[in-house]
């Protein structure tokens, strides 16, 4: 069994019991376990967690934030660099569509941006 003061999505201290429940004929069984139900409340409630216990919970609980955290970030720098291998793909087959015209324009557009690009950056200034 486990017992934990915190439960997803939720501030609120509660227990949680979960029971796999049997076949017809085992529900017997079941019995028993229910009846366990208000014991483990009773004693949990009388139960104080020591200090050395809750930072040692605290910490395994912020190592397991932080893992998750890091995962959602590998998910995302994935999920970016496949959009953007996505993307150059598309741009390469319409480039390779294009027509002879078309592509030496392209490549004037691109050249001048380049040479603009390369300029020296000059400031005016008004002289008084």
Do not use: C, W
Request: aromatic share 6%; hydrophobic share 35%.
């Amino acid at each position: 069994m486990h017992f934990s003061d915190q439960h997803l999505g939720s501030n609120k201290k509660m227990l949680v019991f979960k029971f796999a429940i049997p076949d017809a004929n085992n529900m017997a069984d079941m019995t028993r376990l229910v009846a366990l139900v208000p014991y483990y409340i009773d004693l949990i409630g009388r139960y104080k967690v020591s200090s050395q216990a809750r930072t040692k919970t605290e910490a395994a609980r912020s190592k397991v934030a932080q893992e998750l955290y890091k995962e959602l970030q590998n998910a995302r720098q994935e999920a970016l660099q496949q959009k953007k291998a996505e993307q150059r793909k598309k741009l390469e087959e319409a480039q390779s569509k294009l027509s002879a015209e078309a592509l030496r324009k392209k490549e004037a557009k691109e050249r001048s941006r380049q040479m603009k690009k390369g300029m020296p950056k000059l400031k005016m200034t008004k002289a008084h």
